[in-house]
Each structure stands twice: as structure tokens, then as C-alpha cells.
């Protein structure tokens, strides 16, 4: 059984510390571990370092293979350019196809995080073993907490099988991300899921599909598996890659196929979009501040804040709902709750030409 | 004419930026000069360098002396330790009949803002030739701007005379700083004043003054006068001057005497005695933020922010009345109005003996 962890986003919602060259999963922002870290040290106790592969942008190999030393240089696959999901999982199932013939995949983002880990484990094993006993393409759905507009929803239908104890369901549908009436409707009427963006299916299976709904990306595909290993592999990809049009893995391939699975999971998920998502997820004192500081904390009369500061001894004076993060270059000061603007901030900075602030 | 600048101040309410080696005077926190750099510049056009006195702790005088190369060294009087304003311009009056036999001596604080020099300069000419003209004790009273309850009160009397076109008047009596309710009941009856803490007078005048209210303290500078300029002169100080009780000027003579005269100014004064304080005098944008930053600042509906942060780009998204301060080895982060509260910090600090933050 192969993971396949995609490690090509941008993370520009936690500028300032996320920059071009750190983006998001290559920082440790939910823990001492870099976020890629915890997602490889996640899956181990499934898959092997030697099984597990990594796509990810040039820009960021050298940093990577840095922060992870224990898998192998060669299971670092380079996209040299983004194209969203579906190329990217292409990529790596033309990889996996190529080396063993075929496997099972286990399709990972790089980025979240989990809290129950024993449980996420039992769920991808249930996963697994559904997408191993045939052609099926399996999600995992997350059992919604609220009606959060930053996900996507994916609605069960009946029961197909019962697999290491859990039920999986066929997918009825696939919902893009709703606004807050639409999400409160969706919970009210039951039966959906968040999209948790993992993926569980052979390498077989994905090609198959791809082949019928993407046959455009497939064809492209199959010229880089002839390639792969030989002396052409890098000017091939190269080639070929920038040529893919953008697409996702859900409106490409799981919002058509007809043989698409759900594995209800319920393990402390969180996609940490955010700085307000990262507050929501981090060890909070009895005055719900989240400090990471350097040098100790002093807080005077201080409510619900997140603060990083790495270096230097943090003081709140009656401030509440306040972000606020430190770096060497730059300073961020954010209400709670409006974090989504720092996105703002990065396009201004974009704009400005601050190629010294990316 | 001398000037005399009582530099003896702590400053811990402009923590982080104030350090017990580097109390609030020595900042450059109201503009790219130090406070101190601002009050002998604004004095320069009445009293040369080698006629101004500042009268400073040992821990301070090195690095005064760096950041006022145009003062004699000789010029610098060294408090052994701190004993509130009266033993302070004591010292200063005996210098100066050591030196001179006797002068009119302005008594200045190191570390106010004045934003209309030229009438600053008026008043104080107005007060040195009502002081030279006879023993009185002048103060400058500043014309209130609202019911502060941060300052002491000086009520007004009858008008004694009119010098270089200013009207000066008794003093009817001294108030302690008031609550808000007094502060208010003072500016509706009239004819109050805020206590500047400026003092006009000889030096022979202030020193009948405290052989007749504080007749021990000016017995120690009587010992102390005999021993200026002789090998003992520093001994004698740290001996005597260690065993004057603390004091203040206010309430040691002024409360006490039947001959001050208080002239009424109204030249943008303040004592920016805290962040909040700094806030209303600083300069700010059209979303009255007042940010000073080493990299930019990019602000997105965000309003009423004081920023210091040297080195950094400065983003502001959906905050408001905040003050955020970052120096090498802290960061505080404080509502604007709660800023009394950061002299809280820096007790915790002391009680945690960080000698490294204070």
C-alpha cells in the first residue's frame, strides 16, 4: 500500500509566516513538528517511508527532503508547475503504476491536522481495504461539527458494505463549498459530510476513471509513465505537466464517476485554513489566549487571543480577539475572526512588487 | 540663566521600549530624537549648553552624555540614588551658587512634549524676569484641555503683575491629581491650571525656601556645597545625599510658601506619560493609526492603532484601538485606554526577578 502526500500549496492565509519558499505544511504551526511532519509521522504506522511519496513544487523539494529525511529522495515527485488534484494524483498513480504494477493509494493533503489518530488510522485501514476489493473510488467524509462554509460537502447514499467494521456508503452527491444558509441547510437535513480532500484507491482504478473523464490529462499521463526513469523523465514531465489544464481531483473525477465511495470518519479533523482556524485547534490557557512565546507570557486581564512570537517575552494587557504574528520581516495585528484578509495583505504586498515579503 | 533638567525619571510605563538603563527620557518615542535630545534643543534659545545642569542617576549618565555631546561633562550632577524632586534641584541651586554666587535657575523636566516652542519660550522668559525681579517661587501652569486625572492642579489667585506682556498671579493652592469626578467640578469652577512641573526662580530664592520648610535637607546640601570641587565632593554626596528623605518640590515648598506666583501657559504640553498618552500626541493617518514601522505598513479597515515596530513591515487587518510594541526581547500587546496597566507588567516582571527584561 503506497500514501500519496500532495505538497503543493501556498498557504498565503498564514502570511506572514507561510512565504513562497515556506508555504503552510513546511511550517510548525500547530506544534513543534512541521505540518508535513506530523502528516507522514500520521500515516506510519500504515505505510512505510519507503511507500510513501510526496508531490510538491521544485521550490520546495530542498526544504522537504530537509524536514524529512526518512524518505527516500527518489519518492519525491516534482511538479514544475501547479496544476491542482487531479494531474497531481495522476502523477503519482503513473509512479506507483510503473513500479509495482498496481496498488492500493492512499491520497493525503499535507496540511491538516488530527487530533484522534488511532481513529484515523482504523478509518484508512476500512478505506483501504474497500478500495483493494475492487475498482471503487474511496473518500473519506468527515462528520460535520457546524455549518462551515470553508468545506466542501459530500452527501452519503445508502449503504453499500460493512469493511474492518465500517459502514461505507455510496456518494449521492458532491456540494462545492455552500454559504452559511446553505451549510445549515445541509446539516438540518443530515446525511452530508465534510470533503475531507483524502482519497483511497488503486492506481489502477484512478487511471481508469481518468481515463474516461479525463481523457485528455490521461493521454499526457501515459507519455510521462514511458518516460519515467529513463534520461527524458524531467524534460517530459516538464513538457507535459505545463501543458495539463487546472483541475481537481472532486470536479474532475468524483463528481462524475459512478463507482465513488464514502468512509464516514470522525477522528478531530481540521483543514487549520486559517490564523482564526489555528486558534479554534490550539492548546488555549484558562483565558482562551494561544501564546507561543520565546520568553514566557505575562497577560493582564486578556481574553481569546493568539500570539507568536517567537523570540521574545509576550505581554497582553485587556486585549481580546487579537492575532498577532511575528516574524523577522514582518508584523501581522488581525481581529479574530477576519483573518480570511490576510489574503488581502499578501495580494497588496503582490502588488507592491515585495518580492522580500513573499 | 541656567536650565536645570530633572533627568531621575524611571519611565516604566513606556515598557517594552523603557529599560531601567534606558528610562523614557532617553527614547526617541515621540520622534526620531530622544525626549531629552527635544527638551535641550527646545531650551537652547534661552540657556546655552554650558548654563544647562541635568541633574541624572549614575546608571544614566553615560548614555546621556553620548546623546548630548554639547553639554560640559562637568554639567551632569549624579544623583546617588533617587530622592524625588526637592533634594534634585537642591542640588542643582547649590551648584549654581558654587558656581556663580547666585542666577535665576529654570527648572525643567526631561521628558514632556511641547508642540508650540515659540510660546514655550515666551513664557519661560516671562517667568525668569518675574523670578529675577525678586525671592518668588514661579511655576508654569498649564491651560487645561480637558478633566485629566493624570496631573496635579494649581488654582490661581489675584494678578500680581504683568512681565513681558504675561499676567502673573498667586498661587491660591495646589491640588493633587484628582479623580475624574474632581477633575471636573475644577474646570467648571475655573481659574485651575495643570501643574507643569516647571519651576522659575533663583537659586538663593529656592534655598531660603528650604532652610525655612525643610530645614534638614538643606542642611545635607550646605555640607554638600562645601564639598563641590574638592577631592571629597563625591563622597560627600553619596553620604549625605543617600540619607535626604524622598521628597517632591510640590509638596515639600510650593504647598508650603507664601511667595510663588504661577504664570499661565498654553503651549500643546503634555507629559506623555503613558502609551495611551503617546497615542493623542503622535502623529496618525487618515485611520488615525500611529504606526511606526521599519518596512511599511498595510492597513485594511483598521483604526485607532498605535504601532512601534523598527524593523518590520506592519500589517493592520480589522483592529482597532490596540497598541502593539516590539523590541528585541518583548512584545506587548495592550487595548488602547488600559495602558496604566503595562506599570503592572513591569512589577510581575520585578517579581519574577527577569533582570533581563527590566
Known sequence: MYAVIMAGGKGARFWPRSRNRLPKHLLDIVSEQTIIQETIAR?????????????????HAGELMRQLPEIPQANILIEPVGRNTAPCIGLAAVAIRKAVGDDVMIVLPSDHKIA???TFC???QAAAGTAECGNHLVTVGIEPTGPETGYGYIEKGERRMTVAGEDVFAVQSIREKPNREQARALLNQGGFFWNSGMFIWKASAVLTAMAAYLP?????????EAALGTADQDEVIARIYGGFRSISI????MEKAA?????PGDFGWSDVGSWDALWEVSPRDDQGNAVRSGRGLIAIDSRNNL??????????????????????DA????????SQAVKQVVDTLEEQGRQDLL
Open 43 to 59: 500515516i506510519a504506522p500504515l505505510v512505510p517511508p519507503e511507500k510513501t511519496l510526496i508531490v510538491t513544487g521544485a521550490g
Open 122 to 124: 482504523r478509518i484508512l
Open 307 to 328: 500570539v507568536y512570537s517567537p523570540q521574545k517575552l509576550v505581554s497582553l494587557v485587556g486585549v481580546e480577539d487579537v492575532i498577532v504574528v511575528e516574524t523577522e
Open 259 to 263: 463507482n465513488t465511495l464514502l468512509v
Open 116 to 118: 484522534d489518530e488511532p
Open 250 to 253: 472532486d470536479y474532475g473525477i
Open 216 to 224: 485528455d490529462i490521461h493521454a499526457g499521463l501515459l507519455e510521462i
Open 331 to 338: 508584523l501581522l495585528i488581525c481581529r479574530r475572526g477576519e
